[in-house]
């Protein structure tokens, strides 16, 4: 193989199959992507998150790639969401011989020492602060990671996090560099000057945000997103468009660091009779929120908009095992409206929602994925329409 890349002796001995052959395999996967890109060296991570973690994405191919590795990894590593809630799987809806395909699958993760905490949001895991550098792969997270805590990562595939996972290393290149991290065009939201926006509308911005900027760097001047707001447009940029950081000005962290210089790039408008059109009305067959993953805020939000109601069609709300944990009282409050709060999977990757004919989302993300990847048609609502439609 030739390599353009500096690699330190022990970078080398590793190429060479001094230390097995799995982490061979995978160093020969960085020097890689190291040279589509490149990459003048390697640069340690602190962190990694793996995608390819559902068996329905990954498949049978996939699966016995992953038994036949044979390494550790070197860093603190999480999944992406699996096909399936890990316990209560039955009751979700999910078949017998998937859900063993789908065991395999995390045991194989778990002996390469990978953390199966299974969620979208490994943020909330505490495992990232401003400036590390980092290989995460969901690329909602990768949005979320980048823009809202100002942490570095390329948007890796599953192999390319796997990789440098097991190495403790990731290239040099792409948004690691901090002059690449520059805005590439301006984003405006019409009507946002007149006041706050409607809180659950964020997701349909980054909906229509992320057709429009592709693989650019967006910076947005007039709007002030919560945290749980930034997430939600994040998510659906990435989903859309190709974004894997996005500045917000005054509001994300870069924009209160470095002074960036916004006077000839495009501006792009976002008109509200767009983002209203996005909302449009059709029957459905089950209600799904928490793409990405609820935080304990949105969990406690959806606890107030329950209380009283009870569920007449099927509702799950997806949140991250640690939050589900730390939460008991409020998801205990939401279940007893009769919807359920489902850990370590989600309504795109798991095969149970693949049984709806039509599913309520309140997420820009999910309303551009459910369709292709569950075969249903997909309704955007706010989080409270969705509580409305779960339970009229
Ligand atoms: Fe997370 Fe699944 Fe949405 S992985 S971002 S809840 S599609």
């Excluded at 052959?21 to 060296?41: C, F, N, P, S």
């Excluded at 990232?128 to 990562?153: C, D, I, K, L, P």
């Excluded at 998801?331 to 693949?354: H, L, Y």
Aim: proline share 4%; aromatic share 8%; hydrophobic share 45%.
């Amino acid at each position: 193989m030739v390599i353009t890349m500096y690699l330190d002796a022990e970078d080398e001995r590793i190429l060479n199959g001094e230390f097995g052959e799995t982490r061979q395999k995978m160093m020969e996967i960085l020097v890689a992507l190291g040279r589509v890109y490149d990459a003048e060296r390697l640069i340690p991570i602190t962190s990694a998150q793996v995608s390819g973690a559902s068996y329905k994405t990954i498949g049978a191919w996939g699966l016995s790639w992953l038994q036949s590795l044979d390494a550790r990894v070197a860093v603190p590593t999480v999944l992406n969401p699996i096909g399936m809630p890990r316990e209560q799987w039955q009751e979700f809806g999910v078949g017998e011989k998937f859900a063993r395909r789908q065991q395999e699958v995390l045991e194989a993760y778990r002996r390469l020492g990978i953390t199966v905490e299974c969620t979208c949001t490994p943020y909330y895991l505490r495992i990232t602060e401003f400036g590390e550098h980092m290989a995460w792969s969901e690329s909602s997270a990768v949005a979320y990671a980048n823009s809202v805590v100002g942490a570095r990562t390329n948007r890796e595939g599953g192999p390319g996090a796997l990789a440098a996972a097991i190495i403790g290393k990731t290239p040099y290149y792409g948004l690691h560099i901090v002059a690449n991290r520059r805005p590439g065009v301006v984003v405006d939201v019409e009507g946002s000057e007149r006041g706050a926006l409607p809180a659950d509308h964020y997701g349909a911005i980054g909906y229509l945000a992320g057709r429009e900027v592709g693989n650019r760097i967006p910076i947005f001047t007039n709007i002030r997103p919560t945290r749980d707001q930034l997430k939600a447009l994040g998510a659906a940029m990435a989903a859309t468009g190709a974004v894997a950081l996005f500045h917000v000005d005054k509001i994300t962290p870069e924009t209160r660091i470095f002074s960036f210089e916004t006077g000839g790039l495009e501006r792009i408008t976002i008109e509200q009779k767009d983002i209203e059109g996005l909302f449009e009305e059709i029957e459905v067959d089950a209600v799904a929120v928490g793409c990405p993953h609820c935080s304990a805020d949105e969990l406690a939000e959806l606890a107030g908009l329950l209380k009283g109601r009870q569920t007449t069609k099927p509702f799950y709300i997806f949140a991250a095992r640690g939050v589900i944990r730390d939460n008991r009282a409020i998801v205990a409050a939401i279940e007893r409206s009769g919807a359920r709060v489902i850990a370590d999977t989600c309504m795109v990757v798991s095969p149970a929602m693949d049984r709806f004919r039509a599913i309520m989302v309140d997420s820009g993300k999910a309303l551009a994925y459910v369709p292709n990847m569950c075969g249903a048609l997909a309704r955007l609502g706010t989080r409270a329409e969705c509580v409305e439609v779960a339970t009229s």
